[in-house]
């Protein structure tokens, strides 16, 4: 059974282009969930998806971040017109319960704006 | 929503010697209790957990103590070894999501 898959593990991109990130879940795992971390800080939740919703995204920024679990395919984490503020890693983690279940770490993607 | 701390922040020592490493949660919902290992360019491990129904859980070095009452949890690392080192983070999840604590960076000098 494959671990959390994510895709790019690094990512290079000028202010202003887009960074797409993906998440493919563990096999059997429906909940998926979307953490950055700065260097030297801990983990700050951004985002709770099922398939085809999202369940929670208090901590997504407002503006220029969205995510979507498709039916079908990865989990996507989409940054639009970066900043230098966005270099951080992006780790997602999948459940297979959700809520009070465990979660389980992909080795994450570096992204670096320049 | 759930705010959880974690203290301390850096802990330092010996070889052998136990480390202790404790967190807070404000959600009196929260229900599951996870502790995660984190070495330097990895992703977060899950060494051990505890849920709301148990006081107490012990794996080999390592056991996680809960007192719900005061709303607070424990990871205590017994005998510790060089590779224990990494940043240590607490978490607390009700039915919806989860939360972490800003981590302990752990170190274990020879």
């Known amino acids: 059974n494959a671990g959390v898959m994510q895709n790019p593990r690094h990512l290079v991109r000028r202010r202003g282009q887009e960074a797409r990130l993906r998440c493919s879940p563990m096999k059997g795992h429906s909940h998926v969930y979307w953490y950055r971390q700065l260097p030297e800080e801990g983990l700050k939740f951004m985002v709770y998806?099922?398939?085809?919703?999202?369940?929670?995204e208090s901590g997504m920024p407002k503006e220029r971040f969205s995510a979507e679990f498709p039916k079908e395919g990865p989990s996507i984490l989409r940054i639009q017109q970066v900043v230098r503020g966005d270099s951080a890693a992006y780790f997602c983690?999948?459940?297979?319960?959700?809520?009070?279940?465990?979660?389980?770490f992909g080795p994450g993607t570096r992204l670096t704006v320049t | 929503g759930e705010n959880v701390e974690q203290h301390p922040s850096t802990l330092s020592v010996q070889e052998g010697d136990s480390a202790v490493i404790k967190c807070t949660y404000s959600d009196s919902a929260s229900n599951y209790f996870p502790w995660y290992k984190q070495e330097l360019g990895k992703r977060p491990q899950l060494i051990i957990d505890?849920?709301?129904?148990?006081g107490e859980k012990k794996d080999q070095r390592i056991a996680v103590t809960l007192n719900k009452t005061a709303k607070h949890f424990s990871l205590h690392i017994t005998e510790t070894q060089p590779e224990d080192s990494a940043v240590y983070f607490c978490?607390?999840?009700?039915?919806?999501?989860?939360?972490f604590g800003a981590g302990t960076r752990l170190t274990v000098k020879p």
């Open positions: 983690a999948s459940s297979p319960t959700g809520g009070s279940g465990e979660q389980y």
């Open positions: 505890i849920r709301s129904n148990v």
């Open positions: 978490a607390a999840s009700n039915y919806v999501d989860m939360r």
């Open positions: 998806l099922q398939k085809e919703n999202i369940i929670d």
